[in-house]
């Protein structure tokens, strides 16, 4: 939904000689415009279901037998194998005591659940999460749907995978109605105690945690969901996918994988799915929900959401993704590919790497073959591989990217772009109000573009209303030599250079932005709202704004520069 207004805005005559001049810029005359702002997007939440019906069994390592009824907490199972081979009825819960540690692994299928009454695992006794210890391939394997697994730790140290969600077994059609909630997935496929937190990942034999073989594949790590049905079987994804509140962390490869088999849309007759157009022979899945998740030390990348429409990566913290990255190998922190309509909001991206000569090591990225992706209000900081990156091949639709209201902070610029790195025929891109702050060095790249796909220039993206800033004096650099049909347009540029030059209409002045010496946090983000009035009112009013600052503050009609409108 869009609201419009009717504002007056006028533009103030002035020009600008030189960085720190504090004349006006331009000479704009008083005009009337309709200006469409976007209004806010909340993503679905999970529906609350009635439990009071419910047939509840309880599990418990300490005081339980299998040959119990498991009916009471006096009653109760003692193995997880008795709950995997178990009769499934409909209304069925199944409680597992906490602070128990399972050294098995857990297989649910055949659930006999419904939308209203789906399958229930979850905790009782006490807040300490009960352990699902596996081994081999996953720990938990979940072959069924209309389901909700809730506040369980899993660890499975020398396995490939923590928690597994398959179609296959199904088959075609919708898996519908899954949620992963308040879990503890760590110590996956991470073997021995080689200390990590706080240690640079270069001084780390990462073999000696994950070996190649076991870090090449993308598809191993911490929750890991498949569509992989077969040709003949048909075509299979996910409705109504919420993995949500979980903490992730000690993960290899990846932290969360939804994969997309069956919703390739990079090439004509690639996937299952043998790809035609995004009406004729692709199958997305839709209405996930990656929302309030922690992500750190990820092996590889944090989340990767792939073939998927009308979905949300929406609050979630991923620090120290790539960490056990390595040569041939690229890996960012949170990012969909091949999908349609994507929110990315309100999401903490730092401290991604580049160790071991692994390639891009960005917060965000917006991958091959993304259409109508909107970017806004995250905060994405001390990322190696620079702030985000946008990517295709000669044969993707990449188009309809926002990037707007975020914050970008001291991300590297001596490896790609401190804001960004665009490679390979990236289409139609919006990027405005954004607030970029680097500290990084004397002679940054800001803006990089490359060809790594030869797959021709990117093309038709604009930059408007964007504060670029340095801490200190810097040669900043914006390297568009992949970039065609680009446009600059009334941003603000302090000591960032002679950088401005790109721009139709520059503003050069101090914005006064006083940066945090602790910058993780979104408590840490409103460090960064100017002091310079003149920030609030040089900006320039167009279609399509978002309705509220980064702050959430309304900014009808506030001619506002970067990411706050006050």
Known sequence: MKKKYIWLYAFI????????????????????????????????SIPVIDESDYTVYYVDTDTGDDTNDGLSEATPFKTLSKVTYMAKI?????????????????????????VDKPFIMDIYGGTERPTISGTGDQAVLIQDDNMRFRNIRVTNKTGTRGIRI?????????FLNVEITGCLIEEVNWAGDIPFENVDPETIDVEKIAPDSRFSNKEFGGIIIENATTQEQGASWYENLFITNNIIRQVCRTGILIQGKWGQRDKPGNGNNEYISDDQNWY??????????DFSYCGGDGLILMGSTDSYIDHNRCFHANFLGRNGQASAGLWPYSCTNIVMQYNEAAYTWLAHGSAD????????????????????HHNKGGGILLCNIKTGDHSGTVIRNNIFYKNDGSYRGSLMTVSSNVGATDIYNNTIVLDNGTTPVIIFTDDWANA?????????????VSMTPCTGKIDLHNMEKYSFENNLFFHVGSSFIIDSSPLRYDPKINAPVSANGFSQTLRFQ?????????GILFDGM?????????????????AFSK
């Open 284 to 293: 997305p899945s839709r209405n996930v929900v990656i929302q309030g998740n």
């Open 361 to 380: 090591g960005q917060g965000l990225d917006v991958d091959i073959a993304c259409k109508n992706t909107l970017v806004q209000y995250n905060y994405v």
């Open 13 to 44: 005559c002035c020009c600008y000689s030189c960085e720190g001049n504090n004349d006006p810029i331009d000479n704009k005359p008083n005009q009337s415009i309709e200006v469409t702002y976007d209004k806010g997007i909340t993503p679905p």
């Open 166 to 174: 398959q179609t296959q077994i199904q088959g075609a059609g919708a």
């Open 546 to 562: 978002a309705d509220t600052d980064f702050a959430g503050n309304p900014v009808q009609g506030i001619n506002y520069l970067g």
């Open 90 to 114: 409909p209304k069925m819960k199944v409680l597992l005591k906490s602070g128990s540690v399972f050294a098995e692994n857990l297989v649910l299928k055949n659930l006999n659940s419904s």
């Open 530 to 538: 100017p002091t310079e009035s003149k920030v609030f009112t040089d």
């Open 456 to 468: 021709g220039k990117s093309h038709d993206i604009s930059y408007r209303n964007n504060i670029f």
